[in-house]
């Protein structure tokens, strides 16, 4: 912050402000207006509704996020979560690349393919609970399932999509030049869609995480949404808003870490 403030002159009005300047100060006012807005409305609502069981203030939700540092048990089962979010993204990943690149690449997978997928991705993922206990059993089993075949569908289409998306100039350069088709596939096909394959892990991640808590709810005795129905059951619903509120925090961090990842591995973009 100190930094910030050296960087805005003092007693200077926002006219005379440069544009880097002016992008700065919005960039750090717009998060903050939003947020006080938000808890400003939140705190109006739960007076009006005078229930710390129907909404809880944001005092006492923080107070209840405060306390979650001092409780082993949460972080463990946040832990838990994370684990088997990253074991489903992973699954996601390795097998929704490949088949996105071959169904990019070749007109005749898609047509085996583009059936398959179209029927499954409509099913809604939370038909797939009872089945995948009966494969899987209860624990991590169902999860990582869940939060694998969340995110699936959108690392498929967005290969895809990244695939086609490349300039068939860049094609027809390499092939002038003498490249042959692994060399076009490494040097064209994966880097040109390596954007459209980040922006499908972020939709991944995010469905995992949100597909991992559901299934929590039902398939598990541990876990971070299983810390949900506990505190639900409890009636304890300041102690369920503050572990809403940390489950976005942590949703938040995950998907700015595949953006910076993008940053990194897109440079030449």
């Known amino acids: 912050m100190e930094k910030v403030t050296n960087q ?9 402000l440069t544009g880097e300047q002016r ?3 919005n960039k750090i006012l717009s998060p903050v207006i939003s947020l006080s807005a938000f808890v400003g409305f939140w ?3 739960s007076l009006h509704y005078n229930s710390q069981l129907l909404l809880p203030t944001p005092r006492s939700t923080f107070t209840a996020f405060v306390l ?3 409780t082993p048990d949460v972080w463990k089962n946040l ?9 489903g993204f992973s699954c996601a990943m390795i097998i929704g690349v490949p088949v996105g690149l071959l169904m ?6 898609t047509r085996m393919l583009d059936p398959l997928l179209g029927c499954f991705r409509q099913v809604p993922i939370m038909a797939w609970v009872p089945l995948s206990i009966i494969w899987f059993g209860l624990g991590n089993g169902p999860t990582i399932f869940m939060i694998a075949l969340a995110g699936l569908f959108s690392v498929v289409l967005n290969t895809i999509v990244g ?5 068939k100039d860049y094609f027809h350069a390499a092939r002038s030049m003498g490249a042959g088709s692994f060399s076009i596939f490494r040097h064209i096909v994966l880097p040109g869609a390596l954007p459209d394959i980040l922006g499908g892990a972020r939709l991944a991640l995010g469905g995992g995480w949100m597909a991992v808590i559901c299934a929590e709810f039902i398939a598990t005795s541990a876990g971070f949404g299983f810390a949900m129905v506990e505190a639900q059951t409890r009636m304890e619903t300041e102690k369920l808003l503050a572990l809403m509120i940390l489950g976005a925090f942590v949703g938040y961090l995950m998907d ?9 591995l897109t440079q030449w973009k």
Request: proline share 2%; hydrophobic share 45%.
């Open 8 to 16: 805005i002159p003092k007693n200077i009005s926002l006219s005379e």
């Open 23 to 25: 992008g700065l100060l």
């Open 43 to 45: 705190y109006l609502m």
């Open 68 to 70: 979650f540092f001092k």
């Open 79 to 87: 832990l838990l979560t994370l684990e088997r979010v990253l074991k």
């Open 104 to 109: 990019g690449v070749s007109k005749t997978a």
């Open 163 to 167: 695939v086609r998306n490349i300039s």
């Open 256 to 264: 700015k870490c595949i953006c910076a990842a993008g940053n990194v």
